[in-house]
């Protein structure tokens, strides 16, 4: 995405920051007063979730990142930043992603092309997981022309790193994706083998599927940090999970780290 591209997009956001067009003003001043307290290397992202002005504002946290999720949503087509699948109406099923993680880079933790939609799955997946080569301490968002190690969805094009083919036949569910670049072929590395196995899973497993998004749900409701027996417990079971689908990956090897990301498992 070239440097025109992205200014026009801001401009665009800023007229929609908010779903009422005329509280997108003060949506903007909040925004860029949370950013400078960012740029301290400050987290802000809690702050912002949990932000409620004055009842006639209609400023709130909420609001701000269903507008965000709105915009963003609509520039990916309505598909996750990372694996295309179809993302769902519902705030859960696509969290806003921080492409650089919050931990690492709290200073980035508001800024506008660090923060895209993904499906609840990939979200969960690759969570804090440090990509690239990005200095920690930075203070300046790096460059899209400089960001040649890892897949940065918005900066860019899907097509042009990864493509995908999906297919389904009597009880085999065939999810094939191809990275065609150094930054695809990362993001195929990284994530998509084990979400395309997860997505085989869950839906031959509707039951558990149903269960694990009722988890979700209920821990949307807490501060991180709220409920630490249940993080621990769902930290438990997804990784028992991963091995579980390491164990029935017809080939014998693991999820993470394939050149080829392709999920071809017997339910």
Not at 3 to 24: M, R
Not at 36 to 65: C, F, M, N, Q, Y
Not at 184 to 189: A, F, M, P, Q, Y
Not at 195 to 205: D, L, P, Q, V
Request: proline content about 4%.
């Amino acid at each position: 995405m070239s440097d025109e591209e992205q200014l026009l997009q801001y401009q665009a956001y800023q007229l929609q920051a908010h779903d009422v067009a005329t509280h997108s003003s003060r949506t903007m001043s909040y925004l860029r007063r949370l950013h400078i307290k960012a740029g301290k290397r400050i987290d802000v992202w809690d702050e912002l979730t949990a932000h409620r002005a004055a009842s006639d504002s209609g400023v709130t946290g909420p609001a701000i990142k269903r507008a965000f999720r709105s915009f963003v949503g609509n520039l990916q087509g309505n598909r996750c930043c990372y694996c295309r699948r179809w993302l769902q109406n519902i705030a859960h099923a696509k969290p806003v992603e921080h492409i650089l993680c919050r931990k690492d880079y709290p200073q980035f933790s508001l800024h506008f092309y660090n923060l895209a939609v993904a499906c609840f799955d990939c979200n969960l997946l690759k969570k804090d997981a440090k990509w690239g080569s990005v200095a920690v301490l930075s203070i300046n968002y790096p460059v899209a022309a400089n960001i040649n190690d890892f897949y940065h969805p918005r900066f860019h094009r899907y097509p042009e790193h990864v493509s995908y083919e999906r297919t389904e036949r009597d009880d085999i569910c065939n999810v094939t994706y191809t990275g065609l670049t150094p930054q695809g072929k990362h993001l195929c590395d990284q994530l998509l083998y084990i979400t395309a196995a997860r997505e085989n899973f869950f839906s031959n497993n509707p039951s558990i599927a149903e269960a694990m998004v009722s988890l979700q749900q209920f821990q949307d409701r807490h501060a991180p940090g709220e409920l630490p027996a249940l993080e621990a417990f769902r930290k438990s079971l997804n990784e028992s999970m991963h091995k579980q689908l390491d164990n029935s990956a017809l080939d014998g090897l693991p999820l993470k780290g394939r050149r080829a990301a392709k999920s071809r498992t017997k339910v």
